[in-house]
């Protein structure tokens, strides 16, 4: 099992910034992937950005060179810096993690989620 909790999302004007924090706990050796989705009311939950056990990034193209995410294997947690917000950003920001065991099989977790609210 996994833990995810998010945490440092909020209210922010037009071209500010915030940073996303997800303290992972639990069976964290099995973890292969982490990212983060966001979903707006009425649409679906989309990925933002996301970094492989290897440090490999990829970002959601509407997103990039604004969003940076980053993790500290210290305190087993994963960042998504957020500069330049705009209010086309605003959506609950979910953590999630993928795990595998030995057979390969896969078990996908998520956080709790973030509100971030963009003002214009």
């Known amino acids: 099992q996994v833990q995810l909790v998010e945490s440092g999302g909020g209210l922010v004007q037009s071209g500010g910034s915030l940073r996303l924090s997800c303290a992972a706990s639990g069976s964290i050796f099995s973890i292969n992937r982490m990212g983060w989705y966001r979903q707006a009311p009425g649409k679906q939950r989309d990925l933002v950005a996301v970094?492989?056990?290897?440090?490999?990034?990829n970002y959601e193209d509407s997103v990039k060179g604004r969003f940076t995410i980053s993790r500290d294997d210290a305190k087993n947690t994963v960042y998504l810096q957020m500069n330049s917000l705009k209010p086309e950003d605003t959506a609950v920001y979910y953590c999630?993690?993928?795990?595998?065991?030995?057979?390969?099989?896969?078990?996908?977790?998520w956080g709790q989620g973030t509100q971030v609210t963009v003002s214009s």
């Open positions: 970094i492989t056990s290897g440090g490999s990034k």
């Open positions: 999630n993690a993928r795990a595998g065991d030995t057979t390969l099989n896969m078990y996908y977790y």
